[in-house]
């Protein structure tokens, strides 16, 4: 079915950003443009996910070029909730921003920025043609390497040339795979791929051409071997952009790889294996990074890379059960690892250190505060009922029919890990009282002195975003009918290729 | 003609993959512009390389009677090089501030240990 709505939350992001570039130095409407384009943009995705949800996938054609030549968009349930998913995380960002980043910042164009940051995701969730994914992915990276650096401090540049020089790899390697692919296939829609793919002869080409993609998507995704750039850049930039990237950016490469893995190279045995055996390091790695960590953001960043092994490994183990938890934990971990980025940045605003070892004593003093920080952390280990625990079920049951007992073991090792790390965290920053004998100068409460508008700016994109995590643990059985039918889309991408060829092919 | 490709891109890739495990910051930039390269190359010879008959159809023609050159790989090449452009143009203007702030060209000294950001 063609329809016109699938476009939208690409293009409200662009007139938000070319609108916003039209009040270069008025700083107070560029704030308020933004938060309504956000707004415009989750009413336009709430809408696409209705349709979706009620009346199946739609595509639209670009220029009206028939599907195999011309550039196909494709909103199947999975498109459109992660573009949903963004909407929100993106809402909860820019409503942040607003206290959350210095106006000086501003003036050098965050907000257009961050708002072409926006639209490149969104294309990049609903496009179904292979090259036009990649420009999107140079969309989002170039945007992302803009907020990298504004600002221009000396580790946030240091940072930013890591992030640079991986993605940058990280795109020619995903360049490199779509050239060999059009080269043994002729086509580049990603539902015309399946179908050449799943009929060619010659598996070992196949497999090969596939590494291209697991190499390029495991760097943007921060997978086993290729994730040393996330942790020593996410902890530079302000807060706001942190949780963009940590709650968005990796999980687009998450997003893709689910994408090409189910509908173009279906894993066979070398791919599972080689997914979980990954999968297992990225858990294992990331876990050992978190342990040892002492600021706030870098423990974050390393959970993000553990984090993003469970969802490696339940696409590694593709059986429906294994993929609707990895999908669930895609969908709690977007708006969980946003918003806990967003609360590190809140704990520098209280104190103005993000040190474990020199916080101390939040409980004390913002109670109701802490309370709320302490909904969206416990979701994050995953305490039932909170969102972070439904999936593992899921994860741990895939892993005991298929006999994955080492990826069972070390998810096991990786909740556990998450467990230790925050309540660790919870310990130093929240109960300890706060140590100031060591004979440094009190720490500065940049929060009291605000205006209680201000305030509330802060509080509430995290109050909002902890509101919806509360959701898809209390109400995960509305969350697991959506995953398990995207699940079930997966195994049989066969209603895909007919929405995006079949419909076309008759006149 | 096509054998010359295939070393020539084996080439790029090898160097701009050497280049890249360098320490030095312009060695850094110079490895991922060959690799682009590399990666364009390898689309233009993929997608099949068709001497002196260019994408353009009679128009009095109705049928396709010869085989004519793959416009598609010539288009994805363009945007490629585009935003490799751009890519690079960046990147250039990026390493020129690391080399103005941390006075070295050597990636090992990117290592300012800064706990306290906003």
């Given at each position: 079915?063609?329809?016109?709505?699938?476009?939208?939350?690409?293009?409200?992001?662009?007139?938000?950003?070319i609108?916003t570039?039209?009040?270069?130095?008025?700083?107070?409407?560029?704030?308020?443009?933004s938060?309504?384009?956000?707004?415009?943009?989750?009413?336009?995705?709430?809408?696409?996910?209705?349709?979706?949800?009620t009346?199946?996938?739609?595509?639209?054609?670009?220029?009206?070029w028939?599907?195999?030549?011309?550039?196909s968009?494709?909103?199947?349930v999975?498109?459109?909730?992660?573009v949903?998913?963004?909407?929100?995380s993106?809402?909860?960002v820019?409503?942040?921003?607003a206290?959350?980043?210095?106006?000086?910042r501003?003036?050098?164009?965050?907000?257009?920025?961050?708002h072409?940051?926006?639209?490149?995701?969104?294309?990049?969730?609903?496009?179904g043609?292979?090259?036009?994914?990649?420009?999107?992915?140079?969309?989002?990276?170039?945007?992302?390497?803009?907020?990298?650096?504004?600002?221009?401090?000396k580790?946030?540049?240091?940072?930013?040339?890591?992030?640079?020089a991986?993605?940058?790899?990280?795109?020619?390697?995903f360049?490199t795979?779509i050239?060999?692919?059009?080269?043994?296939?002729?086509t580049?829609?990603m539902?015309?791929?399946?179908?050449?793919?799943?009929?060619?002869?010659?598996?070992?080409?196949?497999?090969?051409?596939?590494i291209?993609?697991?190499i390029?998507f495991?760097?943007k995704?921060?997978?086993?071997?290729?994730?040393?750039w996330?942790?020593?850049?996410?902890?530079?930039?302000?807060?706001?952009?942190?949780?963009?990237?940590?709650?968005?950016?990796?999980?687009?490469?998450?997003?893709?790889?689910?994408?090409?893995?189910t509908?173009?190279?279906?894993?066979?045995d070398f791919?599972?294996?080689?997914l979980?055996?990954?999968?297992?390091f990225?858990?294992l790695?990331g876990?050992?990074?978190?342990?040892?960590?002492?600021?706030?953001?870098?423990?974050?960043?390393?959970l993000?890379?553990?984090?993003?092994?469970f969802m490696i490994?339940?696409?590694?183990?593709?059986?429906?059960?294994?993929?609707?938890?990895?999908?669930?934990?895609l969908?709690?971990d977007?708006?969980?690892?946003?918003?806990?980025?967003?609360?590190?940045?809140?704990?520098?605003?209280?104190?103005?250190?993000?040190?474990?070892?020199?916080?101390?004593?939040?409980?004390?003093e913002?109670?109701?505060?802490?309370l709320?920080?302490?909904?969206?952390?416990?979701?994050?280990v995953g305490?039932?009922?909170?969102?972070?625990?439904?999936?593992?079920?899921?994860?741990?049951?895939?892993?005991?029919?298929?006999?994955?007992?080492?990826?069972?073991?070390a998810?096991i090792?990786?909740?556990?890990?998450t467990?230790?790390?925050?309540?660790?965290?919870?310990a130093k920053?929240f109960?300890?009282?706060?140590?100031?004998?060591?004979?440094?100068?009190?720490l500065?409460?940049?929060?009291?002195?605000?205006?209680?508008?201000?305030?509330?700016?802060?509080?509430?994109?995290?109050?909002?975003?902890?509101?919806?995590?509360?959701?898809?643990?209390?109400?995960?059985?509305?969350?697991?009918?959506?995953?398990?039918?995207?699940?079930?889309?997966?195994?049989?991408?066969?209603?895909?290729?007919e929405?995006?060829?079949?419909?076309?092919?008759?006149p | 003609?096509e054998i010359?490709l295939?070393?020539l891109?084996?080439?790029?890739?090898?160097?701009?993959?050497f280049?890249?495990l360098?320490?030095?910051?312009?060695?850094?930039?110079?490895?991922?512009?060959?690799?682009?390269n590399?990666?364009?190359?390898?689309?233009?010879?993929?997608?099949?390389i068709?001497?002196?008959?260019?994408?353009?159809?009679?128009?009095?023609?109705?049928?396709?009677?010869?085989?004519y050159a793959?416009?598609?790989?010539?288009?994805?090449?363009?945007?490629?090089?585009?935003?490799?452009?751009?890519?690079?143009?960046f990147?250039?203007?990026?390493?020129?501030?690391?080399y103005?702030?941390v006075?070295s060209?050597?990636?090992?000294?990117?290592?300012?240990?800064?706990?306290?950001?906003?």
């Amino acid at each position: 079915m063609t329809d016109n709505t699938l476009i939208f939350p690409v293009l409200v992001h662009l007139f938000t950003a070319i609108v916003t570039l039209f009040f270069w130095r008025k700083t107070v409407s560029q704030r308020v443009i933004s938060i309504m384009g956000s707004v415009v943009a989750m009413g336009v995705s709430i809408e696409l996910f209705a349709k979706v949800w009620t009346g199946g996938i739609l595509t639209l054609q670009a220029a009206g070029w028939d599907a195999p030549f011309g550039i196909s968009f494709v909103a199947d349930v999975f498109s459109s909730s992660m573009v949903l998913l963004t909407s929100f995380s993106g809402f909860a960002v820019s409503l942040y921003s607003a206290t959350g980043v210095a106006r000086g910042r501003m003036l050098y164009g965050y907000f257009p920025i961050f708002h072409f940051l926006l639209m490149g995701l969104n294309g990049a969730f609903l496009t179904g043609d292979i090259f036009n994914l990649y420009v999107w992915f140079e969309v989002i990276i170039i945007a992302s390497f803009v907020l990298m650096t504004l600002g221009g401090r000396k580790a946030q540049i240091e940072g930013s040339v890591k992030y640079m020089a991986m993605n940058i790899l990280a795109s020619t390697f995903f360049l490199t795979g779509i050239g060999i692919l059009y080269g043994i296939t002729g086509t580049l829609n990603m539902a015309d791929l399946s179908l050449k793919i799943g009929a060619l002869e010659n598996r070992k080409l196949v497999d090969i051409t596939a590494i291209f993609f697991v190499i390029g998507f495991g760097i943007k995704s921060a997978v086993f071997p290729l994730y040393f750039w996330l942790p020593s850049s996410y902890h530079t930039p302000p807060s706001a952009v942190a949780a963009v990237f940590g709650g968005l950016l990796t999980k687009v490469g998450i997003y893709a790889l689910f994408r090409i893995f189910t509908l173009i190279f279906i894993p066979d045995d070398f791919l599972s294996t080689l997914l979980i055996v990954l999968a297992i390091f990225t858990i294992l790695t990331g876990t050992f990074g978190a342990v040892i960590k002492n600021n706030i953001r870098r423990v974050f960043s390393y959970l993000i890379v553990c984090h993003i092994g469970f969802m490696i490994g339940g696409l590694g183990m593709y059986s429906e059960i294994a993929l609707t938890g990895a999908l669930f934990y895609l969908f709690h971990d977007i708006l969980v690892k946003t918003n806990s980025f967003l609360i590190a940045g809140l704990i520098r605003k209280l104190r103005g250190t993000m040190n474990m070892d020199k916080l101390g004593g939040l409980y004390a003093e913002y109670p109701l505060l802490s309370l709320l920080m302490a909904i969206v952390l416990f979701s994050l280990v995953g305490i039932p009922p909170l969102s972070g625990f439904w999936p593992k079920i899921y994860l741990f049951e895939a892993g005991f029919m298929d006999h994955h007992y080492l990826l069972i073991g070390a998810i096991i090792i990786g909740s556990f890990a998450t467990l230790y790390v925050i309540t660790n965290l919870w310990a130093k920053v929240f109960w300890k009282d706060q140590t100031t004998a060591t004979g440094e100068e009190l720490l500065t409460d940049d929060f009291k002195p605000m205006t209680r508008f201000r305030k509330a700016l802060l509080v509430t994109p995290i109050a909002f975003l902890a509101a919806i995590t509360l959701y898809i643990g209390l109400g995960a059985e509305n969350i697991t009918l959506v995953v398990q039918h995207i699940a079930r889309e997966m195994k049989d991408p066969s209603p895909y290729v007919e929405a995006v060829l079949g419909t076309n092919v008759s006149p | 003609m096509e054998i010359v490709l295939v070393l020539l891109i084996g080439i790029l890739y090898a160097s701009g993959i050497f280049m890249l495990l360098r320490r030095s910051m312009v060695k850094l930039l110079i490895g991922l512009t060959l690799l682009g390269n590399g990666a364009n190359l390898l689309i233009f010879l993929l997608g099949g390389i068709t001497k002196g008959k260019p994408p353009v159809i009679d128009t009095a023609a109705k049928l396709f009677t010869d085989v004519y050159a793959d416009p598609v790989p010539q288009a994805l090449i363009l945007t490629a090089i585009v935003i490799s452009f751009g890519l690079q143009a960046f990147a250039i203007v990026l390493l020129k501030r690391v080399y103005v702030l941390v006075n070295s060209d050597d990636l090992d000294d990117l290592n300012t240990p800064e706990e306290e950001d906003i």
